[in-house]
């Protein structure tokens, strides 16, 4: 199952108090101060990582203790400091304290690590205490306490292209047949029921990765269909592939097709509407006496939007699609780069 969001508790351990102890040594009748450091306590730590593709596990377990560190011990010697606990969570999770609202980080690369509660310091002993004037000391300090809290995590995929279509418009086939990813794909719609992610090899420049997402419908802004919670996960892609079927005995003018889907964006994100997108015109195998693909070309063609025709099935039209995403998704690093 595939999960995007979920709440935990994490605790970091508490530092362990500092120790009050004296040497005692045959033939020393007054040895000096001996009470050692109390241990820090384990950090709650995450580590965003690759292979971890869902926030499902931590809808079983919510809470995550770190251990403590261990009192300081006599003839100097430190309490153990307590293990930390490593929470693996995946590439493109937003951490925010519950509380405050506040966003901890948002983990973006693989290897990513972050400390997301502080495991308290330990305490000082005696024999830190030890002065000219105060030889025997009895002060120590008590370990501070771990920090706690609630956090919302939120799952936001990372990928270069978002694919938005309705349900059959061929998005998964598409992804299957440029990348490595193999999404459920169905003559049905609401085949696709969680994102998916394929990375495309470039033919001349670096490889890209692409979201498939659940189809849009009309009205999924008030949560027909699957709704448009899985809007988020294109929220970060840098470009739009809009995906329009234009096989014959499609009812909709393409066209109305377009903009239903620009407007279902619009009312889940109005930015969404300001990426650089382009159209792909679906199934063009199966266009047979239809006019759709005329009526869109002609449509894009008017409005400057880049429109290409393809067909996951024959393969058609695909080598042109991957050469302009990726000089696409090239440029818009670069951009970013020198911004
Ligand atoms: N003839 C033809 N059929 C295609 C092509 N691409 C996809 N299909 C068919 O269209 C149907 C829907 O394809 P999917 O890739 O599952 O569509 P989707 O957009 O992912 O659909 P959802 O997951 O429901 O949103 C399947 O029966 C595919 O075999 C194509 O290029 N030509
Ligand atoms: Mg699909």
Wanted: with cysteine; net charge negative; proline share 5%.
């Amino acid at each position: 199952m595939f999960i995007d969001h979920a709440r935990i508790f994490v605790k970091a351990g508490n530092g362990g108090s500092g120790h009050v102890s004296f040497r005692r040594e045959k033939f020393v009748p007054r040895g000096g101060p001996s009470g050692g450091d109390g241990g820090h306590g384990g950090h709650v730590i995450f580590i965003a990582s690759n292979s971890a593709t869902t926030l499902l596990d931590l809808r079983y377990q919510r809470h995550f203790t770190a251990s403590s560190g261990e009192r300081g011990q006599k003839s100097n010697c430190h309490g153990s400091n307590g293990l930390a606990v490593e929470i693996h969570v995946p590439v493109g999770t937003l951490v925010k304290i519950e509380e405050t609202g506040e966003t901890l980080v948002d983990l973006i690369a693989d290897g990513q690590t972050f400390v997301v509660a502080e495991g308290g310091k330990g305490g000082k002993g005696n024999a830190r205490y030890a002065t000219s004037t105060n030889q025997a000391p009895y002060d120590f300090e008590p370990g501070i306490p771990g920090i706690e809290r609630w956090l919302n995590l939120e799952l936001k995929l990372l990928a270069d292209v978002g694919l938005v279509g309705f349900p059959n418009a061929g998005k998964s086939t598409l992804i299957s047949s440029i990348s490595s990813a193999h999404p459920e794909i169905g003559s049905y719609p609401f085949t696709t029921l969680r994102p998916h992610l394929g990375v495309v090899e470039g033919i001349a420049a670096p490889s890209f990765v692409v979201a498939d997402i659940p189809g849009l419908i009309e009205g999924a802004h008030e949560g027909k269909g699957l709704g448009i919670q899985f809007l988020k996960h294109i929220q970060r892609t840098a470009l739009l592939l809009y995906l329009i079927d234009i096989t014959e005995w499609i009812e909709e003018d393409p066209i109305v097709s377009f903009n239903t889907l620009r407007n279902e964006l619009q009312a889940f994100d109005p930015t969404l509407l300001e990426r650089p997108f382009a159209i792909a015109a679906t199934k063009t195998d199966s266009q047979g006496e239809g006019q759709h693909l005329q009526t869109l070309q002609a449509y894009c063609l008017q409005h400057e939007y880049p429109c290409f025709p393809l067909s996951a099935v024959t393969r058609d039209g695909l080598p042109s699609l991957i050469t302009y995403l990726e000089q696409a998704v090239m440029e818009n690093k670069a951009s970013c780069k020198n911004s």
